[in-house]
C-alpha cells in the first residue's frame, strides 16, 4: 500500500539516520581521541627534542668556557715558569732578547697558534707564530694584527684602589675576536710590574697576547668530548634556534656562531615506540570498527523491529489484509490526488450476513477460517491497484481506483457478491454466507475520508434493510433518511428523558363487542417541530440506537400509572426481544410494579416469536419468573412464524393475539379463513384465550364471532385512543353498540 509502504520507509530512513549520526559521532570521537593522543606524543617528542638542544648549547658554551678558562691557566703557569720573566727583568730589555725569549717559549705554545709581547701604543715587540718567529721589522707579522690588539685593549680589567688606577697584574683574560672570516680565542697577560720600556722618559705597560683559532679540528676536538654531532663555526645567522650558540666578541657584538646537528631524543624514542603506537592506533581502529559492526547489527535489529512494528501496525493479524489504520492512510493518500475533472474512486463497505450464526453454530475457530477465506476472495475480485483491507469483525473495506464507474463499482458488487455466495468450506462442512455492500464515490459524494466512509455506511445500512445480499449505492434520500434518525435518536432520548411522550390505548373487546375487556398501551410522539411521529418511524431508531430499553421502561411505567384507574380492566404492554434479553428485565418489570402499585394480575405483557428465538432457555426461565408474579403473557403476532405451534407447547402463554395480516384480505371461504379458524380452534383446544387484531368490518366480527374468538381489537370499536378517551368509554354501558348497529 503506498502510504503502509511509505511509513515503513519513513521509520527505516529514520533507522538509517540515527545509525549514521552515531557513527559520525563515534568517528569524531574517536578522530579527536587519535588526534589528542598523537598531539601529546608530538608535544612529549618536540619538548624533548627541545630539552636536549638546550643542554648540548649548555654543554657546547660550557666546553667553550672551559677551553679559554684552560687557556688562560696555561699560559699563566708558562709566562711564570719560563725565562720570559727573566729576560723582561733585565735592564733596558731589548726586542731581540724578547724575541728570543718567545722563540725559546715556541716549543710550549702548542695550545695556541701564536703569541706576542705588545708595548707601548701597542706596538708588536715580539711574536711567534706556528713555531715560527719573526722580528717586526718584516712585512710578515702576526695575522689579525688589528683585531688582536683591539682584543687584547679590551681584555684588560682595571682595579682601582684609592685614586689611582693600576692594572692588575698575573691574571689572565680571554676574549673572542672576528677578524673577517675567521674568529680567534685571544688571552692576554699584563707584564707592566716585571718589564718596563720607556718612551718620553716614562714607563709604558707590556703585555703578553696569545691567540688561537677556532678551527675545524678545535670544533671537531669539541664535537667529539661532548658528543655532539657536526660541530661548525659559521658567520651568518644559522635558521634552527635551538641549535645555535653566538659568540659575543670585545664589543659584546656577535661576531660567530656555532652550530651543531642537536641530537633528537624524542625522535628517537617515537622510533623505538613506533611499533607500539601504531598496535595501539590499530587496537582503537579494531575496537571503533567491532563498534561500529555491533551498532550496524543493532540498527539493522532496530530496522527490522520496525518494519515488523509497522507491518504488525497496518496489517490485520488475522486476514493478512491491510487493517482500518492502513486503509485510512491510504485512502487518505489517494483522495488528495482526486480532483473534480480528474479521475474518480470509490469506497466500499462490504459486512458479511450469517457470520454470527457460523461463529455461534461451529465456534471462534471456524469463524477466524471464514474471515481469511472471505479475505482470500475479496483479494481475487478486485484488480491490481485496488485496495481490499479487513475493517474489523466482518467487516471489509476496498478503495477501488479502476473503472471506478458507476457500472465498474456494479460489476465489481456483483463479483464480491457471487464470490461469497459460493459456499465455503470450514472445518469440514460447507457453509453458505452472503453479504450486504454499501457504495459512496468521490468525488460524486464527496471528498473527504469521513465523509465517503460514512455515505459507504449509510448505504451498508440501506443494503440490509432491503434484505441482505445485496449492494447499495448512496443515494441523497438516504442522507435524508439518516438525518431523520440522527435527529430522532438526539430529540428521543431528549423526550424520554423529559417525560415528552404520550400513551394512547387500543380497546380489546368482548367477542360480542359489548364490553372493553382490556387496553393495549401504545406510544405516541408529539414532537415539537416535526408534529406527531408515528411509532414504526421512531421505534425502530430507538432499537437500533440503543434506546429501546429506557423507552420500554418509561412506557410500562406510564401505563400502569395511568391504568390503575380501571379496575378489572387488563392491562396489554409490548416488550420487544432487546428489551426482554436485558438481564434486568424481570427486576425492572416487579420493580415498576411495586412503584406504581399496579396490580399484576391485570398486566399482560405481549411478546414476540423474536423474543424466543435466541435463547429459548433464558427465555423459558424469564417468563416462568414474571408468571411467578401473577403476570400474563400473551404471544403477538401469532401465525407469522414457523414454529409457533412449538412456543405454545413449550411455553406458558395465557393467550394468543392472531396477526391482523390473516384478516386483511380474508374471504369466508378462503384460505386465510381457514387458517384463522385453525388457529382459533387450536388455542381453544390449548385452553388459550384468543385475540384477533385488525378487525375492521362487520363481516370480520360475525366470522370470528362464529369460530369462537375471545377477544377482538381494531378499527371497527376504536382506534388508539388517549386515557381520557378510555375513561369515557368505561363510562358507557355498551359503548359499541350504535357501531356495531350501523355496520
Known amino acids: 500500500m503506498p502510504a503502509f509502504n511509505a511509513a515503513k520507509m519513513t521509520n527505516a530512513g529514520s533507522s538509517a539516520r540515527m545509525f549514521a549520526s552515531t557513527v559520525v559521532t563515534l568517528g569524531c570521537a574517536f578522530l579527536l581521541l587519535m588526534a589528542a593522543g598523537i598531539g601529546v606524543v608530538v608535544a612529549i617528542t618536540r619538548e624533548a627534542n627541545r630539552l636536549e638542544a638546550q643542554r648540548q648549547g649548555e654543554r657546547i658554551e660550557a666546553a667553550i668556557n672551559g677551553q679559554i678558562k684552560l687557556s688562560e691557566l696555561r699560559l699563566e703557569r708558562l709566562v711564570a715558569a719560563g725565562d720570559l720573566p727573566e729576560a723582561l727583568q733585565q735592564p733596558g730589555p731589548t726586542t731581540a732578547m724578547l724575541q728570543a725569549a718567545l722563540k725559546r717559549l715556541g716549543g710550549q705554545l702548542m695550545d695556541f697558534d701564536g703569541a706576542y709581547i705588545s708595548g707601548t701604543g701597542g706596538a708588536v715587540l715580539a711574536w711567534v707564530e706556528n713555531q715560527a718567529a719573526a722580528d717586526h721589522g718584516n712585512t710578515d707579522g702576526p695575522h689579525h694584527i688589528e683585531a688582536l690588539q683591539r682584543g687584547a685593549k679590551s681584555s684588560f680589567v682595571a682595579t682601582v684602589i684609592g685614586d689611582e688606577v693600576t692594572p692588575q697584574f698575573g691574571a689572565a683574560r680571554s676574549t673572542i675576536v672576528a677578524d673577517g672570516g675567521e674568529t680567534l680565542i ?150 488528495a490526488h482526486i480532483h473534480d475533472d480528474g479521475p474518480s474512486l470509490a469506497v466500499l463497505l462490504i459486512d458479511l450476513d450469517r457470520f454470527k450464526a457460523v461463529n455461534d453454530t461451529y465456534g471462534h475457530t471456524a469463524g477466524d477460517e471464514l474471515i481469511r477465506q472471505v479475505a482470500v476472495r475479496l483479494s481475487g475480485a478486485v484488480q491490481v491497484g485496488d485496495t481490499v483491507a479487513r475493517l474489523g469483525g466482518d467487516e471489509f473495506g476496498i478503495i477501488q481506483t479502476h473503472s471506478a464507474t458507476p457500472a465498474g463499482c456494479a460489476a465489481l458488487g456483483e463479483r464480491i457478491l457471487a464470490s461469497l455466495t459460493e459456499p465455503f468450506t470450514i472445518t469440514g462442512a460447507e457453509v453458505t454466507i452472503g453479504s450486504s455492500i454499501g457504495i459512496a464515490m468521490a468525488p460524486r459524494d464527496g471528498t473527504s475520508r469521513e465523509a465517503l466512509l460514512k455515505l459507504a455506511d449509510t448505504a451498508l445500512y440501506e443494503a440490509k434493510n432491503s434484505g441482505r445480499n445485496r449492494y447499495a449505492f448512496f443515494e441523497s434520500q438516504m442522507n435524508r433518511s439518516m438525518q431523520l434518525k440522527r435527529m430522532v435518536e438526539d430529540d428521543l432520548r431528549h423526550a424520554i428523558d423529559n417525560d415528552q411522550l404520550m400513551l394512547h390505548y387500543q380497546p380489546q373487546v368482548s367477542v360480542d363487542g359489548s364490553t372493553i375487556v382490556g387496553v393495549e398501551a401504545l406510544v405516541r410522539w408529539q414532537h415539537p417541530v416535526h408534529g406527531m411521529i408515528p411509532p414504526s418511524d421512531f421505534i425502530a431508531i430507538a432499537e437500533e440506537r440503543g434506546l429501546i430499553v429506557p423507552l420500554s421502561e418509561w412506557v410500562l411505567q406510564r401505563a400502569c400509572t395511568e391504568a390503575k384507574r380501571w379496575k378489572g380492566i387488563r392491562l396489554a404492554v409490548n416488550v420487544s426481544p432487546i428489551q426482554f434479553r436485558h438481564k434486568d428485565f424481570v427486576a425492572n418489570v416487579i420493580r415498576t410494579i411495586a412503584e406504581t402499585d399496579f396490580d399484576p394480575a391485570q398486566l399482560e405483557l405481549e411478546l414476540t416469536e423474536g423474543v424466543l428465538i435466541e435463547d429459548a432457555d433464558a427465555a423459558e426461565a424469564a417468563m416462568m419468573d414474571i408468571r411467578a408474579h401473577g403476570v400474563g403473557l400473551a404471544l403477538d403476532d401469532f401465525g407469522t412464524g414457523y414454529s409457533s405451534l412449538i412456543y405454545l407447547r413449550r411455553f406458558a402463554f395465557d393467550k394468543i393475539k392472531i396477526d391482523r395480516s390473516f384478516l386483511e384480505y380474508m374471504e369466508a371461504t378462503g384460505e386465510s379463513a381457514i387458517l384463522v379458524h385453525s388457529m382459533a380452534h387450536l388455542g381453544r383446544a390449548l385452553g388459550l384465550r384468543v385475540c384477533a387484531e385488525g378487525v375492521e368490518t362487520a363481516e370480520q366480527h360475525r366470522f370470528l364471532q362464529a369460530i369462537g374468538c375471545h377477544e377482538l381489537q381494531g378499527f371497527l370499536f376504536s382506534k388508539a385512543v388517549p386515557a381520557s378517551e378510555i375513561d369515557r368509554l368505561l363510562g358507557l354501558d355498551n359503548p359499541f353498540a350504535e357501531i356495531l348497529a350501523a355496520a
Request: aromatic letters at 8%; charged letters at 20%.
Open 186 to 335: 685571544l688571552t692576554v697577560i699584563d707584564l707592566s710590574r716585571i718589564a718596563s720600556f720607556s718612551s718620553d722618559g716614562g714607563p709604558k705597560p707590556v703585555s703578553f697576547v696569545a691567540y688561537r683559532h677556532l678551527s675545524n679540528t678545535l670544533m671537531s676536538d669539541l664535537a667529539e668530548r661532548n658528543r655532539i654531532a657536526d660541530i661548525q663555526l659559521v658567520h651568518t645567522p644559522p635558521a634552527g634556534p635551538a641549535s645555535k650558540l653566538g659568540l659575543r666578541t670585545a664589543d659584546g657584538k656577535i661576531g660567530a656562531w656555532l652550530t651543531w646537528s642537536p641530537a633528537r631524543p624524542g625522535d628517537v624514542m617515537l622510533r623505538r615506540f613506533l611499533w607500539a603506537l601504531i598496535a595501539v592506533a590499530l587496537l582503537f581502529s579494531a575496537i571503533f570498527v567491532f563498534v561500529v559492526q555491533r551498532l550496524r547489527a543493532s540498527a539493522e535489529q532496530i530496522e527490522l523491529r520496525e518494519r515488523q512494528i509497522q507491518r504488525l501496525a497496518g496489517q490485520d493479524e488475522l486476514s493478512l489484509l491491510p487493517n482500518r489504520r492502513s486503509f485510512d492512510l491510504t485512502l487518505d493518500q489517494t483522495l
